[in-house]
């Protein structure tokens, strides 16, 4: 062997890319594999294309429910021409696709496709073949994919990917799910113009946000005219042969018919899965496994691979990031995560690693949710209640002053949660229009510390929203 790779990147997602070009700044050789198009989940199939989506509706929202307050003539969002949104966004996608190929290299990356695992000896194969190279250090960042419950008439059924296939806009929806990314596509086909239904097994959606996002977001819900039925597990989905239209039927027995698109965002897996079954199929385990046990790297019991805090395996010079390990499965993580690693192994800097603490997280919701720390139920079980104090404010945002109907306007909410003499901020939550664009600089100070006298501090900029986290009542006024 007359080649040597310094690191081989399994996966030519936002994660492993950006890992592979950090290592290539600093002199060393890189090799990325990719079965399917660069950019991974995120570029393709995930925040890229979806955001262009939410743009969509948000304008076709803003036209029809915004402009007749402002005097300019109504319009109807089912006119949106689907198919024409749908090329100019694929041909985009396509554009950065290119994009991310000139990025590697131009950073001297070397590019193969196809589908790479460890091999019996443990080395890198490539399509069955091995990679005939030294390799010091492999990084697993293969991604994950949506899952696909195990239910009659799931071959009916679309999932977040099949979303993006869609080439006409469906009349009535079904979306089967609680988390962002059912959120977001409900939010994203009602806004232009699909009568559309939200199925979720418990109470409501975003579960895992403060009470207050829920709420609003739920009082949103009713009043665009998004359905939720909530205690709602699937149980089947049948298609009628005569009309195509699909049902519904919950595990309660309740029947609800006349969708011609069933959307199901019920979570992702890891793209590990299958490993263990190598003993019953040997070629089918080929394609879909890593391998992983060939250089005895375990996965739990969901799928993922176990890595320390900075990104290593349990197999010495093998490491993962992104949606195959058990960390925020957001692309700026596995960013951050695969530029940290490339910096400790080659750039000098020995303790490089991801702070996971106080992560921002935007929902492209209607509208949408920005949140970054503890939940108020969360402050209260880590804290003594003598040691919290919440802010809390809800109002109207100016850009909807014009609406007559009072009740026709969305309400924008936020929340503080203090902790200790300081205040020292361990939560923030904004749900309401401009959510999205707000919190990155909010996010800055809590990862800086920030306390309530700091937020009291600062001048607001007026009029805005965001001013409103800087004119709460300080200091215990409220």
């Known amino acids: 062997m007359n080649r040597l790779y310094d690191l081989v990147v399994m996966g030519g997602g936002s994660g492993g890319i950006a890992s592979a070009r950090r290592a290539a700044s600093y002199g060393k050789k890189v090799l990325v594999v990719e079965k399917s198009r660069l950019g991974g989940t995120c570029v393709n199939v995930g925040c890229v294309p979806k955001k262009i989506?939410?743009?969509?509706?948000?304008?076709?929202?803003?036209?029809?429910?915004?402009?007749?307050?402002?005097?300019?003539?109504?319009?109807?969002?089912?006119?949106?021409?689907?198919?024409?949104?749908?090329?100019?966004?694929?041909?985009?996608?396509?554009?950065?696709?290119?994009?991310?190929?000139?990025?590697?290299?131009?950073?001297?990356?070397?590019?193969?496709h196809g589908i790479s695992t460890f091999g019996t000896d443990g080395k890198i194969e490539i399509d069955d073949k091995a990679l005939e190279a030294d390799v010091e250090n492999v990084l697993i960042a293969?991604?994950?994919?949506?899952?696909?419950?195990?239910?009659?008439?799931?071959?009916?059924?679309?999932?977040?990917?099949?979303?993006?296939?869609?080439?006409?806009?469906?009349?009535?929806?079904?979306?089967?799910?609680?988390?962002?990314?059912?959120?977001?596509?409900?939010?994203?086909?009602?806004?232009?113009?699909?009568?559309?239904t939200i199925f979720c097994r418990k109470h409501g959606v975003l579960r895992s946000f403060d009470d207050m996002i829920q709420s609003v977001l739920h009082d949103a819900f009713q009043r665009d005219?998004?359905?939720?039925?909530?205690?709602?597990?699937?149980?089947?989905?049948?298609?009628?042969?005569?009309?195509?239209s699909l049902s519904i039927t919950t595990t309660t027995g309740q029947v609800h018919d006349g969708f011609d698109c069933v959307l199901l965002a019920t979570g992702r897996t890891p793209l590990t899965e299958g490993i263990k079954a190598i003993f019953n199929c040997q070629v089918f385990m080929k394609y879909?496994?890593?391998?992983?046990?060939?250089r005895g790297i375990e996965?739990?019991?969901?799928?993922?691979?176990?890595?320390?805090?900075?990104?290593?395996?349990?197999?010495?010079?093998?490491?993962?990031?992104?949606?195959v390990v058990?960390?925020?499965?957001?692309?700026?993580?596995?960013?951050?995560?695969?530029?940290?690693?490339?910096?400790?192994?080659?750039?000098?800097?020995?303790?490089?690693?991801?702070?996971?603490?106080?992560?921002?997280?935007?929902?492209?919701?209607?509208?949408?949710?920005?949140?970054?720390?503890?939940?108020?139920?969360?402050?209260?079980?880590?804290?003594?209640?003598e040691e919290i104090k919440v802010y809390t404010s809800i109002f109207v945002n100016m850009h909807y002053s014009l609406y007559e109907n009072p009740n026709d306007k969305p309400k924008t909410a936020m929340k503080l949660?203090?902790?200790?003499?300081?205040?020292?901020?361990?939560?923030?939550?904004?749900?309401?229009?401009?959510a999205d664009e707000m919190l990155q600089g909010f996010g800055v100070a809590i990862k800086m510390g920030a306390c309530k006298r700091d937020f009291d501090a600062c001048i607001a900029i007026h009029p805005t929203a965001a001013e409103e986290f800087v004119t709460m009542a300080p200091w215990g006024l409220s």
């Open 53 to 112: 989506m939410y743009a969509a509706a948000d304008l076709a929202h803003s036209v029809e429910h915004d402009l007749p307050a402002y005097g300019f003539p109504n319009f109807n969002a089912g006119d949106v021409q689907w198919g024409l949104l749908k090329q100019r966004r694929d041909a985009y996608v396509e554009r950065l696709n290119g994009i991310y190929a000139r990025n590697l290299k131009n950073s001297g990356v070397d590019f193969m």
């Open 142 to 196: 293969v991604g994950g994919k949506p899952v696909m419950p195990e239910i009659p008439g799931i071959e009916h059924c679309i999932n977040s990917d099949g979303f993006f296939e869609l080439n006409e806009r469906p009349k009535r929806v079904a979306v089967v799910g609680a988390g962002y990314i059912a959120v977001e596509l409900a939010g994203v086909l009602h806004g232009l113009g699909s009568d559309t």
């Open 225 to 244: 005219g998004i359905a939720l039925q909530p205690n709602s597990s699937i149980a089947r989905v049948d298609k009628d042969p005569t009309a195509g």
């Open 288 to 294: 879909l496994g890593l391998g992983l046990e060939h």
């Open 299 to 323: 996965i739990t019991r969901n799928g993922f691979i176990p890595v320390d805090e900075y990104q290593a395996t349990t197999s010495k010079g093998v490491f993962a990031l992104g949606d």
């Open 326 to 385: 058990e960390t925020a499965a957001l692309t700026p993580v596995a960013i951050a995560a695969g530029r940290r690693l490339a910096d400790r192994l080659f750039g000098g800097l020995v303790d490089a690693k991801v702070d996971y603490t106080n992560i921002p997280t935007v929902v492209f919701s209607h509208p949408p949710i920005g949140t970054i720390g503890l939940t108020e139920e969360q402050a209260r079980k880590q804290y003594l209640a």
């Open 417 to 434: 949660i203090c902790v200790g003499p300081s205040q020292r901020i361990v939560g923030l939550h904004v749900i309401g229009r401009g």
